[in-house]
């Protein structure tokens, strides 16, 4: 998402099938202390926060004494985001480790878009990656983490979620919901009248866009980490299913309009 959250790099040179053992991990690269990643945690929190207190209906750019008070009400979405965040870019960088790899810490992108405040985020592996087990463990290793720390934001911010009658006209675009999404909250919440709607906790939506945000990031196309995945397991004929991807896609985009925005992103 990415999209909201960007593709990470991981590495070129040419691929090799086979095994190969993880190697013990390589001494950092430098001690000095990471000022450029801290900044933007920070530059990206900030933005965040701002999108949050806004989906909550106020402005904290807007001044005044209420100023702090409205960018604190974003921080629930803003923590929450962030972590989903940093657990995928860790994820990486934990196994890139593994393989004996050079990585980078997390880069956070801010964006000041009230919809997230962020563009997602990064890490930066130094080295070529030369095997396609080490590949397939860093691009998998990602999602995998994102997703474990996702799903209890998910039915945490659920259950401090509230239902509300639907207002009477709706203006707005229709993103749509992933179906587990949808599953947590007929859990949490049952079957919900149709003349009421579910008014998500920022906790919520942060975790629906961290699921929106790995579905899109799964996507075998170039640089996702679907893509390094399909190469990984396919090699050379991953094109195809790259290519197979993009006709879906496209055929979704008749179905429902919120898949022009996921497609229009994903090949962008």
């Not at 909201?4 to 691929?15: K, M, T």
């Not at 190697?23 to 000022?35: C, D, E, T, V």
């Not at 049952?190 to 790995?214: V, Y």
Request: hydrophobic share 50%.
């Amino acid at each position: 998402m990415d999209t909201a959250q960007c593709p990470r790099p991981l590495g070129d040179g040419s691929l090799s099938g086979g095994h190969q053992r993880a190697l013990p991990l390589p001494p950092p690269a430098s001690r000095r202390w990471p000022w450029a990643n801290a900044g933007l945690l920070v530059l990206t929190l900030l933005s965040m926060a701002i999108a949050g207190a806004m989906q909550q209906g106020v402005n904290p750019l807007a001044g005044g004494p209420q100023a702090l008070v409205h960018l604190v009400e974003g921080l629930p979405f803003a923590t929450a985001l962030a972590a989903i965040l940093a657990a995928h870019e860790f994820g990486h960088y934990i196994a890139a480790r593994r393989w004996g790899l050079s990585v980078s810490l997390p880069y956070f992108l801010p964006l000041p878009f009230p919809l997230t405040g962020t563009a997602g985020a990064f890490i930066r592996i130094r080295q070529p990656i030369t095997t396609k087990p080490a590949l397939f463990d860093i691009g998998v290793a990602g999602p995998f983490a994102g997703f474990l720390v996702t799903i209890p934001a998910l039915f945490v911010g659920l259950a401090m979620s509230n239902v509300a009658p639907l207002p009477p006209v709706f203006s707005g675009a229709e993103l749509g919901e992933p179906l587990l999404f949808k599953f947590a909250e007929w859990v949490v919440w049952g079957d919900i009248p149709e003349h009421l709607s579910l008014n998500l906790h920022p906790m919520a939506f942060a975790a629906w866009f961290g699921l929106l945000a790995t579905a899109l990031n799964l996507f075998p196309l170039g640089q996702f980490d679907g893509g390094h995945i399909s190469y990984a397991a396919f090699g050379r004929r991953s094109l195809y299913v790259t290519i197979g991807t993009i006709a879906i896609a496209l055929g979704l985009c008749f179905y429902s309009s919120s898949w022009i925005v996921w497609t229009g992103l994903a090949v962008a």
